[in-house]
């Protein structure tokens, strides 16, 4: 059902050639019986997917779906780390270098005392190898705590206590929540869709990007703000580039 939700949300969204900022502002998605209930979600009978309003706040555009609540945690567990470097990786194009070798384990108590995930996690920071990746990935991560680790909303972490979800990035910005990342991943649409934009394009090409071809996504993301960023502007954007225009075909 998560699976379906997604694939359901995105073809919507380039059969009706929406803006690509709509991915993260929708306020609609698509639900069973089944995923209605476990997002709770009234009113929604049957087997049959169909399109439901939501407020945007819990649900709405991929950052509310239990597909991406659901890869980005551990078994047992949400992970802010996994979540921020997916959103790094996916909605802004910004990767975060890998770990160094020998990383410690997160220490899940000191003087005997239980720690919180966002404890620990301020713990394993205070390794400058670590501070590196994790300053710009757990601020992210810690913003999409309020889902569990099957996309459940919730008001109280694995431990019971209040779910802290505000953050603050490396560059001083500050937001709190799914809906205040959301905010700042729209006030940014160039990031967002530069990498919408670079991933259609690898797609298109076959391989991956060069440093080559970063004049080209950029003028693709310019030339399509006109347009409200729409899928179609992204696309002829592409199969218009000399990139596309000189790929190498092996048939």
């Given at each position: 059902?998560?699976?379906?939700?997604?694939?359901?949300?995105?073809?919507?969204?380039?059969?009706?050639?929406?803006?690509?900022?709509?991915?993260?502002?929708?306020?609609?998605?698509?639900?069973?019986?089944?995923?209605?209930?476990?997002?709770?979600?009234?009113?929604?009978?049957?087997?049959?997917?169909?399109?439901?309003?939501?407020?945007?706040?819990?649900?709405g555009?991929?950052?509310?779906?239990g597909?991406?609540?659901?890869?980005?945690?551990?078994?047992?567990?949400?992970?802010?780390?996994?979540?921020?470097?997916?959103?790094l990786?996916?909605?802004?194009?910004?990767?975060?270098?890998?770990?160094?070798?020998?990383?410690?384990?997160?220490?899940?108590?000191?003087?005997?005392?239980?720690?919180?995930l966002?404890?620990a996690?301020?713990?394993?920071r205070?390794?400058?190898?670590?501070?590196v990746?994790?300053?710009?990935?757990?601020?992210?991560?810690?913003?999409?705590?309020?889902?569990d680790?099957?996309?459940?909303w919730?008001?109280?972490?694995?431990?019971?206590?209040?779910?802290?979800?505000?953050?603050?990035?490396?560059?001083?910005?500050g937001?709190?929540?799914?809906?205040?990342?959301?905010d700042m991943?729209?006030?940014?649409?160039?990031?967002?869709?530069?990498?919408?934009a670079?991933?259609?394009?690898?797609?298109?090409?076959?391989?991956?990007?060069?440093?080559?071809?970063?004049?080209?996504?950029?003028?693709?993301?310019?030339?399509?703000?006109?347009?409200?960023?729409?899928?179609?502007?992204?696309?002829?954007?592409?199969?218009?580039?000399?990139?596309?225009?000189?790929?190498r075909?092996?048939?």
């Open positions: 059902a998560f699976r379906r939700e997604t694939e359901l949300f995105v073809g919507n969204q380039l059969r009706e050639d929406a803006s690509l900022l709509e991915m993260l502002s929708a306020d609609y998605t698509y639900v069973n019986q089944r995923l209605a209930d476990h997002y709770g979600i009234p009113n929604v009978y049957g087997n049959r997917f169909r399109r439901v309003s939501v407020d945007g706040l819990e649900r555009g991929l950052l509310g779906q597909s991406v609540m659901t890869v980005t945690s551990y078994p047992n567990r949400t992970s802010p780390v996994l979540r921020g470097k997916w959103v990786e996916n909605l802004l194009g910004a990767p975060p270098p890998e770990p160094p070798p020998n990383i410690p384990a997160l220490e899940e108590e000191r003087a005997g005392e239980p720690l919180s966002r404890q996690m301020a713990q394993h205070e390794n400058p190898a670590c501070s990746c994790h300053a710009p990935m757990d601020p992210i991560g810690f913003s999409l705590q309020n889902y680790a099957i996309g459940s919730r008001d109280l972490n694995e431990a019971g206590s209040p779910v802290d979800a505000s953050g603050i990035l490396p560059d001083g910005a937001f709190n929540g799914r809906a205040g990342l959301r991943l729209l006030d940014r649409p160039g990031d967002f869709v530069g990498t919408v670079e991933k259609l394009l690898m797609y298109a090409l076959g391989r991956d990007t060069e440093y080559y071809d970063t004049p080209v996504v950029r003028k693709i993301v310019r030339d399509s703000a006109g347009n409200d960023y729409r899928w179609s502007s992204i696309i002829l954007g592409i199969v218009k580039s000399r990139p596309f225009y000189m790929r075909s092996d048939s």
